[in-house]
């Protein structure tokens, strides 16, 4: 006899087997529980990630105001240059008409100077706090994927029956250390239809 499925059974990580959750010979349901891999080096993985996800979470929040406040001192330094250019604006013809003084003349063009400056820098901030929330955003991204993967793992501590049959001797015993390598735990066999092999005479 030969079952029309035999599938073999294998760890998809490596750790060691801490429980053997099923009777060799008794039939067992898709889905069923077979063999339990140590977890807690998985869990200890998907925490350390959830922790990094958290992190880069906060980091993101804190780029973004950051960006706020670049934006505000941007406004701030628009609001500085506009004013002292009316002021170039305007002493440029009561100097011309010997009105004021050179020096208030000299003062004013240099606040001007001064104030594209500062102009200028709170624009390269502005710029560079967006530049630090497209990395914060990586980040997270690159964090969600990495617990994604470790909650895979961890779900693959649980060594389950892909099909409903009845499994064979383990292969290996509790307290061995398996792994995606390490070959066929068990096979578990459908028997409802069965092969029936035979030579004819």
Known sequence: LDGLVNADIKAEVS?????????EGAFVKRGQLLFQIDP????????QAQGHLAQSKGQLEEARAQLAQAEAGVAVAEANQRRVQLDV?????????EAITQQDMDNATQNNMAAKAQLQAA??????????????LAAVQA?????ETARINLGFTRIT????????IAQLQVGSLVSPT???VTTVSTV??????????
């Open 40 to 47: 807690r080096p998985f869990q200890a993985v998907l925490d």
């Open 192 to 201: 409802d239809p069965i092969k029936v092999c035979f030579t004819a005479s």
């Open 15 to 23: 750790g060691y087997l801490i429980e053997q959750a099923y009777t």
């Open 182 to 184: 390490s070959g066929p």
């Open 161 to 168: 029956s892909p099909i409903d049959g009845i499994p064979g």
């Open 123 to 136: 624009r390269a901030q502005v710029a560079t706090s967006k530049a630090q929330i497209t990395a914060a």
């Open 89 to 97: 604006d305007r002493y440029t013809p009561l100097a011309k008409a």
């Open 143 to 147: 964090g969600n994927a990495a617990v």
